[in-house]
């Protein structure tokens, strides 16, 4: 199969490196064309280490405009955006439409937009007879470069249509579908929020380690909660790599960024009546540490970078 993939940033890269090893053939478009290089670059030194893979390559091909991306991509087309929210997404719609996507070609939004803003941008392609489907992509970038959990919202005959898609960028059983348009971005809004407190439980419980009377290695502590204690985990695991690398985290900000999907997660939590202490203290935790920052907040952000490269 062929893809368009617009958004080469760090996800997005390691997205496109992973289909490629898969077989799938990917045209790739990105505002920047330092990115679309730094691709080229990063996908032929994938090439001189395994010359000779289980199975043959995806093509990659550039695109330096959308109209060369539309054109390169043979209808009925998948087109996979990994923008930014908000107006980046709504531009480069606009600009697809501009270059003539075709009643019949699938748009994903893999991005972090807002629930409600998918659930207008379906219905207003779908009137064009272009379908869209949400999907919210976790597991940071090595889920990104070895395979993602994705959580699918949108029509349920496109869902199945492009299932077996979907089984080769994920992770093995890791891809969902949850419901009709909306559906896939509200499920990972929620996950970042569950996300947030877990975040901030293991920044506070580090610091007060960090301060307690005893000389505590705080290293060998996330290498031994790693291994069979009930907070092990993913989060642990590279928490126990950060403090590795950087044992008192020097080189890390007590400054926490991010916090948009948080937002989203308490405003929607409050208009359906729902409480969410852990969420809105983690948020309020993540504002406060751009003026007051914390300890706590070096491990989250540790953790951030390790998963995300957040910096």
């Known amino acids: 199969m062929k893809l368009g993939f617009i958004g080469l940033g760090r996800m997005g890269r390691a997205m496109v490196l992973h289909l490629l090893e898969k077989g799938v053939d990917v045209v790739v478009f990105n505002r920047s064309p330092e990115k679309t290089q730094e691709l080229l670059q990063d996908f032929e030194k994938t090439l001189q ?6 199975s043959p390559y ?12 539309i054109k390169n991509v043979s209808p009925p087309r998948i087109i996979w955006i990994m923008v930014e929210h908000g107006n980046p997404v709504e531009s480069l719609i606009r600009g697809l439409l501009k270059a003539k ?3 019949g070609d699938i ?3 893999g991005g972090n937009s807002f629930y409600k803003d998918s659930m207008k941008r379906h219905d207003q392609l779908k009137k ?4 869209f489907l949400d999907i919210g992509t976790s597991g940071g970038l090595e889920g990104a470069r070895d ?4 959580m699918i919202g949108g029509d349920e005959e496109i869902f199945i249509q492009l299932k077996d898609f979907f089984s080769t960028i994920a992770t093995p059983s890791g891809f969902e579908y949850f419901g009709p348009s909306g559906s896939g971005h509200f499920v990972k809004m929620v996950h970042n929020g569950v996300e947030y407190g877990m975040l901030e439980a293991i920044g506070e419980g580090f610091e007060l380690l960090a301060k307690s009377p005893f000389p505590i290695d705080l ?5 031994n909660w790693s291994h069979g204690s009930i907070v092990r985990g993913f989060l642990m695991e590279l928490l126990n790599r950060a403090l590795a690398n950087d044992p008192g985290l020097a080189n890390v900000s007590g400054m926490v960024g991010g916090g948009t999907t948080g937002e989203w997660a308490v405003r929607t939590a409050r208009r359906l009546k729902v ?4 969420i809105k203290t983690s948020l309020a935790a993540r504002k406060k540490s751009v003026e007051k920052p914390t300890f706590s907040g070096k491990i989250v952000q540790a953790l951030r970078f390790e998963f995300g490269g957040h910096k």
């Open 147 to 150: 395979g993602a959990c994705l």
């Open 58 to 69: 995806g093509n990659l091909t550039p695109s330096y405009n959308l109209e060369q991306l």
């Open 101 to 103: 996507l075709k009643v």
């Open 128 to 131: 064009k007879g272009i379908h």
């Open 219 to 223: 290293k060998r502590v996330a290498h």
């Open 49 to 54: 280490k395994n010359p000779f893979p289980p």
């Open 275 to 278: 409480e969410v202490p852990v």
């Open 107 to 109: 748009l994903i939004d």
